[in-house]
C-alpha cells in the first residue's frame, strides 16, 4: 500500500512527494504488531539500497502468509537527488543527511526532514541503507556511534553484513538522520556497502537477507531464513589504516576487493600514461582485510586508495 509520507510544493504548480510502501499481514491487522522500516535515497548518487527495496519486497510477497508484523520500505527520501543524480537536493546545494531532525516550522527542506522523522520513528528497528559514493567500493557494513553502540551492536549481528565499525562520538554529526533517531530511541542501522551510481547485486542480495533474519528475530516474519554471516567488529580508530596516493596518475588494482593481504602486499599500482611509468606502489602496510577500495582509476595525490582492517581484528565474532 503506497502512501504519502510528506510532501511539498514546487514551482510551476509542482510537488515533491516522498513515498512509502506499507506491506501489512494478509489478515490486515497491525495493532500491537512489531514494525521494520528500510530507508534509502537520502543521497540521490547512492543507488544500492534501490535494489534491496525492490529484492525485499518481492522476496515477501512470495510469502506473504509469513509476514506478521509492519514493513515500510521507503525507497527515495531525496527524489529530486535520485532523478538528477546529485547527492544532495538539487538547486539548494544541500547535503539532505545535514537537516535532521529538521523543523516543520522551517523552509521546505527543514519541513521534509521533520515530515520523515515524524514518519518513521517508532520503528522497532530502521535500516538505513547508503552506497559509498563514485571513487570507492565498501565491503557490506554497519557503522555505529559509540554512544549507542550498546543496543545497535546486537542487531547488526544479525544484519548479514561483513563489518561492524563502532566509530568514536566525535566523528559523528549529530544532523544526521540516524543519530537524530538513535537519540529519541528509534534504532537506525547505517549500512554502507557498494559503490556510487551503481548497483552491486550481490551485496543487496546478502543485505536482503540480513533483513529478514531481522525480521524473524523481531517476530515480524515466520518464513525460513537462511543463517547470517559472523561480522568482524571494530571499536578502537587504531584498527584501521588509511591508503593515501602519493602521486597523480592512473590507479591500477593488483587485487580484488574484500581481499586479506600480507604486511607488504601490493594493492595496486599508479602509473603515468603520459610516459609509461609506475609512479608509486601502494602496499598493504600491515596484514589484514582490504575493505574500502578505489574503485575510479584518476587519482591525485592524497586521494584515499582504500582502507584496512588490522588482521587482529580480523575475527568473526
Known amino acids: ?29 497491525t495493532e500491537g504488531m512489531k514494525r521494520i522500516s528500510v530507508v534509502t535515497g537520502i543521497h540521490g548518487d547512492e543507488l544500492e539500497g534501490q535494489y534491496v ?8 510477497e512470495l510469502q506473504k502468509e509469513m509476514l ?10 531525496n527524489p529530486l537527488g535520485i532523478d538528477s543524480i546529485t547527492r544532495g537536493i538539487p538547486a539548494f546545494d544541500l547535503d539532505m543527511n545535514r537537516l535532521f531532525p529538521g523543523n516543520i516550522d522551517g523552509n521546505m527542506t527543514e519541513y521534509l526532514a521533520a515530515g520523515i522523522m515524524e514518519d518513521v520513528q517508532g520503528s522497532d528497528c530502521v535500516l538505513d541503507i547508503h552506497a559509498s559514493n563514485i571513487y570507492l567500493t565498501e565491503i557490506p557494513q554497519i557503522r555505529i556511534n559509540e ?11 544479525e544484519a548479514n553484513v561483513d563489518f561492524i565499525w563502532v ?12 543519530h537524530s533517531l538513535n537519540s529519541i530511541g528509534t534504532p537506525v542501522l547505517v549500512v554502507e556497502m557498494g559503490v556510487g551510481m551503481r548497483l552491486t547485486q550481490e551485496y543487496g542480495d546478502q543485505m536482503v537477507e540480513g533483513i529478514l533474519n531481522l525480521m524473524s528475530k523481531l ?14 567488529i571494530s ?5 584501521v589504516s588509511y591508503l593515501n596516493a602519493t602521486a597523480s596518475g592512473l590507479f591500477v588494482p593488483a587485487v580484488k576487493h574484500g581481499a586479506r593481504l600480507a604486511e607488504g602486499e601490493l594493492i595496486g599500482r599508479i602509473v603515468d600514461p603520459l ?6 606502489e601502494v602496499r598493504a602496510p600491515h596484514a589484514g582485510l582490504l575493505f574500502t577500495i578505489r574503485d575510479y582509476p584518476i587519482v591525485d595525490e592524497g586521494s584515499l586508495m582504500g582502507r584496512i582492517l588490522k588482521e587482529e581484528v580480523c575475527i568473526y565474532e
Not at 71 to 77: Q, R
Request: aromatic share 6%; glycine share 8%; net charge positive.
Open 1 to 29: 500500500m503506497v502512501e504519502l509520507v510528506t510532501s511539498v510544493g514546487l514551482p510551476i504548480d509542482e510537488k515533491l512527494m516522498i513515498k512509502k510502501n506499507r506491506i501489512l499481514p494478509s489478515n490486515g491487522k
Open 53 to 60: 527495496c525492490y529484492e525485499l519486497q518481492r522476496r515477501i
Open 167 to 178: 566509530h568514536g562520538a566525535s566523528t559523528v554529526l549529530e544532523a544526521t538522520f540516524a
Open 235 to 239: 571499536k578502537n580508530p587504531d584498527d
Open 275 to 280: 610516459c609509461g611509468k609506475i609512479l608509486d
Open 147 to 157: 554512544l549507542h553502540a550498546d543496543f545497535l551492536v546486537p542487531l547488526a549481528k
Open 219 to 232: 517476530g515480524i516474519w515466520k518464513g525460513e531464513v537462511k543463517e547470517v554471516r559472523r561480522p568482524m
Open 68 to 77: 506478521c508484523g509492519i514493513v515500510d520500505i521507503y525507497p527515495a527520501m
